[in-house]
């Protein structure tokens, strides 16, 4: 089955910097990558995600790169926010079958003022 | 509001105790999924409807747990005789509502379990 490994496991940088958290997947039939944002006490939320057609995507502060021949993906959040403080998680799925998400671990991302 | 609510948010129960949970999407939604989420980890696939029909379990799904979705809307999932190997975040998600793609999965906020 797919496996997902995710690094780091925490990050912590300063309000305004940028912040990358990657991504490697191991089924090359993968071909949805979403990445969900979760906080605490809550289920996690879809921040952005990328299909195994298109090498990158972004939305305002946020990009999603993909690199298919290295079966890795990244999470890019410019000028970081104390709001942008969570857990992040990528996730890698099959589309056209039971689209059933793989996760990562995570990583704790800490915005200091 | 992702759309899916979940009930109860947090249950603690003795073990051996069956306990039940219940995700109830807002509006119709073709699938819907169940993930257990330790501490510190990401989400594991539990099992997933296609409208009534369950079509997949993971083999994290043992004997001591069962999903219905009657109706094609709401979906419980009961544990029966809990262990505290149990103890986990359970998360309910939901795809291809609105038109919208199976891709797309959104979650509720989950029922956190605790097993004494």
């Known amino acids: 089955g797919e496996n997902v490994e995710q690094h780091p496991s925490t990050l912590s940088v300063q309000e305004g910097d940028s912040a990358v958290i990657k991504c490697t997947y191991s089924?090359?039939?993968?071909?949805?990558f979403p990445w969900y944002k979760q906080e605490l006490g809550k289920g996690p939320q879809l921040i952005i995600d990328?299909?195994?057609?298109?090498g990158e995507k972004k939305d305002q502060r946020i990009a999603v790169t993909l690199n298919k021949t290295a079966k890795h993906f990244s999470l890019h959040i410019t000028e970081t926010q104390p709001e942008d403080s969570a857990v992040y998680f990528c996730a890698a799925s099959i589309t056209g079958t039971a689209s059933k998400l793989t996760f990562g671990t995570g990583t704790r991302l800490q915005v200091t003022l | 509001d992702t759309g899916v609510s979940q009930n109860p948010r947090h249950k603690i129960t003795k073990r051996g105790q069956n306990v039940t949970f219940r995700c109830d999407p807002i509006s119709e939604h073709n699938r819907l999924y169940w993930y257990r989420q330790t501490l510190g980890q990401g989400p594991e696939f539990l099992t997933y409807?296609?409208?009534?029909?369950?079509?997949?379990k993971s083999r994290l799904l043992s004997d001591r747990f069962s999903a219905e979705r009657p109706k094609g809307s709401f979906s419980t999932l009961e544990i029966q005789r809990t262990e505290q190997g149990d103890s986990a975040m359970y998360l309910c998600?939901?795809?291809?509502?609105?038109?919208?793609?199976?891709?797309?999965?959104?979650f509720g906020p989950g029922t956190r379990l605790t097993v004494l």
């Open positions: 998600a939901i795809s291809g509502g609105d038109g919208g793609t199976y891709n797309e999965q959104f």
């Open positions: 089924d090359s039939a993968s071909n949805y």
């Open positions: 409807f296609q409208n009534e029909a369950q079509l997949e």
């Open positions: 990328i299909r195994s057609n298109v």
